[in-house]
């Protein structure tokens, strides 16, 4: 199977080529990305789990889902894609900010992103790829904050950061 392609980027968005994910987050260099935050209708975020295999942060508990655009896709198809293949259901997603983070981890890889924040809305239940998801969760916001200060090492690190840049953005734009 053909390694897949992450997009680098500059730090407006401006595409700079393609390379193998690997070799990107070996040499931490920016690429596109993207973060899904699913809400059901009592605003209760949908958290996952992710797989224990994983080869950075297994088991460890993120948002909806993520991952990275293929080319010629907008952020909202790749989104919605990842969506389906992670979590087994697809919803409407609006495109709401952007950042850029910097995370590295202790196999030696980073994460070095500009990541697209993707919100939604979805009440039923997923239907899991266990190759890619072990759990998931609703969690309200407030739940999420406390729940990270007690237990910060549960968590993502590009959730946590997300999280700490944009609950207050998050909260009111859910």
């Not at 969690?139 to 999420?144: C, I, R, T």
Request: charged fraction near 25%; include cysteine.
């Amino acid at each position: 199977m053909k390694e897949e392609q992450v997009i680098l980027v500059d730090e407006n968005d401006n595409v700079l080529g393609l390379m193998p994910k690997m070799e990107a987050h070996e040499k931490a260099l920016l690429h596109r990305a993207f973060s899904v935050f699913v809400f059901n209708s009592k605003n209760q975020l949908m958290l996952q789990q992710r797989a224990l295999h994983k080869y950075h942060s297994p088991g460890l508990w993120t948002n909806t889902c993520c991952s990275h655009q293929r080319q010629g896709e907008s952020n909202i198809e790749a989104g919605k894609r990842r969506l389906q293949e992670e979590m087994g259901f697809v919803t409407d997603l609006e495109e709401t900010t952007s950042f850029i983070y910097k995370a590295p981890f202790d196999n030696g890889l980073t994460e070095h992103e500009l990541d697209h924040i993707l919100i939604g809305h979805f009440d039923g239940k997923p239907n899991l790829n266990e190759d890619e998801v072990a759990d998931w969760k609703w969690m309200s916001l407030e739940e999420v904050k406390t729940d990270m200060a007690i237990n910060p090492n549960l968590y993502t690190a590009w959730f946590k950061i997300i999280f700490e840049k944009f609950y207050e953005y998050i909260n009111v734009n859910q």
